[in-house]
């Protein structure tokens, strides 16, 4: 029940990937045989990702290590590359941490930054945004979903206000992409970080699509690899391998994506009906695979260590968070007091889970609950 910090690589996946590590060991740049397939394979998952996306060149996809790294290299490539036009910059109270400590940097370095509050579900405002715009504006940065709360973003309706003022529309696609449909030529997104990890492929591979036409700097200097605008050797098994969890992501994602909404949608409705108990997130506008909850008079930490002794994973949020005790800036933003953010639970549901996981979760959160409930001081004994 934690496909959001770590979903299992797909036995598909692993099967492409193997004859790169021991075989296959070609280095694309190289003219030989060897480094010709190398190159090959390199280039099929170039266009396994852009059709995911919707992108009509497959070189405008530039592989990472991570969606973190994405991030880095759109925001502060773009900036720094369009810094003559402008120093303003627009994004929400509740990205990710990537994006968040990215835009803080770069107003260390001279840039200004909107960041846009967003409602007690977690949805920004297209009209605010537009409100903000001013002549220095460069970026807009938006999540297309948020993957603690699961909210989808009016991303298309953002898209166009971006486009309509000729502005870079930069995307955080991790909690999005293989899940929901995106597509960046109808969205009108300029920049997409995309997640290997988050499709069901290995761990140190990510992507960042970048619209033709538009210019970033470089995030490494050195051979010109990936079109000049990360340099290194390409990690081929980590790319093969996302390249062929992109290609099953595009084939299922309609019929799993169904599926996991049933379940979703069981897990929401039966938790619901424990009182002083809470839906954290649109009801309607959600992720397929994201059931998060906040519970009053208790700690989310105290569930998750709960719950894992009874062989359920869960979260309290982003993993990318948890290293620090505070609440969830997320929550916060939402308008949550501290006390209440730190009771929050959160449930992702992935391929591999089935209706009997739902049943026996269903089974055991409450009894969690009522027990944690029981031992605090704050809970109101009947």
Known sequence: MDHGSASPVDSWVLEAMMPYFDK??????????????????????????????????????????????????????????????????????????????????????????????????????????KNAITEKTILISVMYANGEVGTVQPIREIGEIASDKKILFHVDGTAAVGKVPVNVENEHIDLLAISSNDIYGPKGAGALYVRQGVRILPSMLGGGQESGMRSGSENIPGIVGMGKAAELAMAEMVDNGARLIRMRDRLIDNILKMEYTYLTGSRTKRLPNNASFRFSFIEGESIILQLNDLGITASTGSACSTKTLEPSHVLIAM????????????????????????????????????????????????
Do not use: W
């Not at 592989?63 to 120093?87: I, V």
């Not at 109270?93 to 846009?116: A, C, P, W």
């Not at 009997?356 to 029981?374: Q, T």
């Open 24 to 129: 296959d060991i070609g280095n694309p740049s190289s003219l030989h045989s060897s480094g010709r397939k190398a190159k090959r394979e390199l280039e099929a998952a170039r266009r396994n990702v852009a059709n995911l996306i919707g992108a009509p060149n497959p070189k405008s996809i530039i592989f990472t290590s991570c969606a973190t790294e994405s991030n880095n290299l759109a925001l502060r490539g773009a900036a720094m590359r369009y810094k003559d036009k402008g120093n303003h910059i627009i994004t929400t109270s509740i990205e990710h941490m990537s994006v968040m400590n990215s835009l803080k940097d770069l107003q260390r370095s001279g840039f200004e930054v909107t960041y846009i509050p967003v409602d007690k579900d977690g949805l920004v405002s297209a009209e605010q945004i």
């Open 335 to 382: 308008g949550l007091r501290h006390e209440e953010a730190h009771g929050s639970l959160l449930l992702t549901l992935g391929r591999s889970n089935t209706e009997e996981d739902v049943d026996y979760v269903l089974g055991s959160v409450p009894a969690v609950v009522a027990k944690l409930r029981a031992l605090s001081p704050l809970y109101p004994k009947k």
